[in-house]
Antibody, heavy 121, light 107 residues
Framework: QLQLQESGPGLVKPSETLSLTCTVS??????????WGWIRQPPGKGLEWIGS???????YYNPSLKSRVTISVDTSKNQFSLKLSSVTAADTAVYYC?????????????WGRGTLVTVSS | SYELTQPLSVSVALGQTARITCGGN??????VHWYQQKPGQAPVLVIY???NRPSGIPERFSGSNSGNTATLTISRAQAGDEADYYC??????????FGGGTKLTVL
C-alpha cells in the first residue's frame, strides 16, 4: 500500500535553509489527482499546515510562511520536497508529509511518520 | 484570519461518552475534519467532512457540525482512545487551519 517517508537533516543552523524530502512508495505520485502536503508540529504544540503541491506542480502555501517556503515535486523520483529559508528556533518541529485528494475539501488521509528538525547552532 | 478553538482537555469515564468541541465563526458552513494523535505518532484521520468515518475507524466515533461549533463524539470510551484530537477546516483567506488540540483522558 502507499507509504510516505520523510528524510533530511535533523539539525539546521539558524538563518540557514531547512530542506526535507518526502518519498512516496507503493504507488506513483502522479498516477492520481492527489495533492501532497507538509505539516509541522513544534514540540508539545499543535499542528500547522505549511503548504501543498499538486502532482502537476501547482503550489499553495500558508500565508504566514509563504515568503520563506518552497515546495516542489519530482515525479521521476516519486518525491516532493520542502525548503524553508531563514530558519529560527521557532521552526524546530516534527515535519510531516501527507496526502490529500482535494486541496480544499479533502482531509489529509495518509501521513508519513514525521521527522524532527531542530534549529540550533 | 480564521481561528478554531478547542478545549485544552476533556476527561471521560471508561465506557462513557466524550464530546470534544471545535469552535469557529460559522464553522457549520465549512467541512470539518478530525484527527487523533497518540504520543510519538503521526495524526490519524478519524472523521472527515463533518461526520464521515474512514475505513477502519470504529462506529463509536461520530461527528456533527452546526452554527459555530463542530463536535467529535466518542461513545463507549476506551483506554485506547486517550490521545490528542485536532479539528481542521479550509478557510478561503487562511487556507488550512487546525484547532489547538484537545487532550482526551479516559478515567
Amino acid at each position: 500500500q502507499l507509504q510516505l517517508q520523510e528524510s533530511g537533516p535533523g539539525l539546521v543552523k539558524p538563518s540557514e535553509t531547512l530542506s526535507l524530502t518526502c518519498t512516496v512508495s507503493g504507488g506513483s505520485i502522479s498516477s492520481s489527482s492527489y495533492y501532497w502536503g507538509w505539516i509541522r508540529q513544534p514540540p508539545g504544540k499543535g499542528l500547522e499546515w505549511i503548504g501543498s503541491i499538486y502532482y502537476s506542480g501547482s503550489t499553495y502555501y500558508n500565508p504566514s510562511l509563504k515568503s520563506r517556503v518552497t515546495i516542489s515535486v519530482d515525479t521521476s523520483k516519486n518525491q516532493f520536497s520542502l525548503k524553508l529559508s531563514s530558519v529560527t528556533a521557532a521552526d524546530t518541529a516534527v515535519y510531516y508529509c501527507a496526502r490529500q485528494a482535494d486541496l480544499q475539501y479533502a482531509p489529509f488521509d495518509l501521513w508519513g511518520r514525521g521527522t524532527l528538525v531542530t534549529v540550533s547552532s | 484570519s480564521y481561528e478554531l478553538t478547542q478545549p485544552l482537555s476533556v476527561s471521560v469515564a471508561l465506557g462513557q461518552t466524550a464530546r470534544i468541541t471545535c469552535g469557529g465563526n460559522n464553522i457549520g458552513s465549512k467541512n470539518v475534519h478530525w484527527y487523533q494523535q497518540k504520543p510519538g505518532q503521526a495524526p490519524v484521520l478519524v472523521i472527515y467532512r463533518d461526520s464521515n468515518r474512514p475505513s477502519g475507524i470504529p462506529e463509536r466515533f461520530s461527528g456533527s457540525n452546526s452554527g459555530n461549533t463542530a463536535t467529535l463524539t466518542i461513545s463507549r470510551a476506551q483506554a485506547g482512545d486517550e490521545a490528542d484530537y485536532y479539528c481542521q477546516v479550509w478557510d478561503s483567506s487562511t487556507a488550512w487551519v487546525f484547532g489547538g488540540g484537545t487532550k482526551l483522558t479516559v478515567l
